[in-house]
């Protein structure tokens, strides 16, 4: 087949990708997202000819517009805008999973500081603050007092892009210093591993060390539940242990699947590729 | 092997090089970007932005 990978930084994931994709000589064109222009109805030049688009900018921003561009041009995308749309944004990716009825922390989202200091007293200390639109666990914060919030809305407010005036306000999961990274395939788990930290963010991005985890039943259907709640596709679905079960804290939509491969048995790109072959009609397939 | 636009020095390049790769310089320790593979063509890497990462 003929794919085209939607990117502006090459991380090992793409290359991941790249590799497994040339191995079994489908034909990889790399669209560098920056050197594009996007015309309203008509493709760039770049897209001609394509089976099927991959998604793997590192920036949301990019994301959501890449993937709608080529939905309006009628090329094949993983994933779908939709689900670019819903797992970008914490607020909207929290709504989808409570509406789905997959279990999910507590949370509340404030627009003034004044309503997002009733927000965080409501939860009690510790909880958590966190940027609607953001990654690699940065500019997350958990809040221990009363002080500690006053300062850290003060800064928000002052400093912040307008994004961070939503504030996302979380009650805080005491889990039991690790969480668990799913990727999944149209909510079909691929590999699980724990992330364990002594620190409350686990993110492999903040060096939390890795191992292979067996998801159980519960798990298993909870993280098709999630993949369904957002729309589908190649997922990072993250959940934590409670003492009354799991519970779902997001669903990333531009997975990074490298930390999970070198974690576990499983060839995630080629499970991934697997997947992306059926993605197209079978005519094409190579 | 490349020169860093920022020190000068020589940087090693894996066989696999990527355009839009991140490598580092090992002297400088400045991220570069990949810029092309043949022949290899090095530029500073963006600086981080707000929204990037998964």
Known sequence: MKIGILYSRIRRDEKLLLAELRERGHEVTKIDVRKQTFDLTEPPAAFEGLDLVVDRCLATSRSLYATQFCEAYGVPVVNSHETAEVCSDKAKNSLALAGAGVPTPETKVAFTTDSAMEAIESFGYPCVLKPVVGSWGRLMAKIDSRSAAEAILEHKATLGHYEHKVFYVQEFVDKPERDIRVVALDGKPVAAMVRHSDHWLTNAAKGAETDEFELDAEAKSLVKKASDAVGGGLLGVDLMETESGYTVHEVNHTVEFKALNEAVETDVPAAVVDWLETKVPAEVVA | ?54
């Open chain 2, 1 to 54: 092997m490349a020169e860093c636009v920022e020190c000068g020095a020589d940087v090693a390049l894996h066989d696999d090089l990527e355009a839009g790769e991140i490598i580092d310089c090992g002297t400088c320790g400045v991220e570069l970007e990949v810029i092309d593979v043949n022949p290899p063509v090095l530029d500073r890497a963006p600086e981080l932005e707000e929204d990037w990462g998964e």
